[in-house]
Every structure is written in C-alpha cells, then in structure tokens.
C-alpha cells in the first residue's frame, strides 16, 4: 500500500504565496507521475499540474505562469510553489501519483492524498 501525504495549505491573502508538499511512502518501485488536483466546493476536482518521470510537466491554463510544480525523486516528493494567489485558486489541493507497487506490475496503480486545503482571501 501507498500513502501520500500532503502538507503546506492554508489562508493567505490575494497576492501571496504558498508551497504544498507531499511525500510518497510504502511499497513503492517506480512512480510514473506526480501530479495535483483540486477541488473547490461545488465544482468538479481538476487537474492543476502534472510532472511524468522524464517527460512533460503540464499546468492547467488558469495556474500558468503562477505555479510551478516540481519532484525530488530520491525522497518521492512532489511540490506546488503557488505565487500570486487569488481567491478563485481557494480549494481542497489533492496529491495524485501513478505508482507501480508490485513486480511484476502490468501498469501503474494511482493513489491519491487525502488533501490540503488553501484559502485565499480577497
């Protein structure tokens, strides 16, 4: 089993910033992606950003040039640096990695955090 734990949420005023963390840990021998997502009340969970094992990174159009995500593999981390906040970026922000957790393993299985919550304030 896979466990993401996320860290880092919190209210900030419009404007400001904020760095999430999360941290892979269990039976894990490759990650495919690391990605996170969010969720704000009412609203379907979307994609925010998306970093593959030496591949692509992606941002959704309304996170581009104000999140950066990025990974340090050797700890199986996964980070979202958010600058210039604004109070539509207020969400539940979720963890999401593609893991192979066996051998052999036909594909990767995803896992998702529990979430983090950040609050922007006008």
């Known amino acids: 089993q896979v466990q993401l734990v996320e860290s880092g949420g919190g209210l900030v005023q419009a404007g400001g910033s904020l760095r999430l963390t999360c941290r892979a840990s269990?039976?894990?021998?490759?990650?495919?992606?690391m990605a996170w997502y969010r969720q704000a009340p009412g609203k379907q969970r979307e994609l925010v950003a998306v970093?593959?094992?030496?591949?692509?990174?992606d941002y959704a159009d309304s996170v581009k040039g104000r999140f950066a995500i990025s990974r340090d593999n050797a700890a199986k981390s996964v980070f979202l640096q958010m600058n210039s906040l604004k109070p539509e970026d207020t969400a539940v922000y979720f963890c999401?990695?593609?893991?192979?957790?066996?051998?052999?393993?036909?594909?990767?299985?995803?896992?998702w955090g529990r979430g983090t919550q950040v609050t922007v304030s006008s």
């Open positions: 970093m593959t094992t030496g591949g692509p990174t």
């Open positions: 269990g039976i894990i021998f490759a990650i495919k992606s």
């Open positions: 999401h990695a593609e893991v192979q957790d066996e051998v052999p393993a036909l594909d990767f299985t995803p896992y």
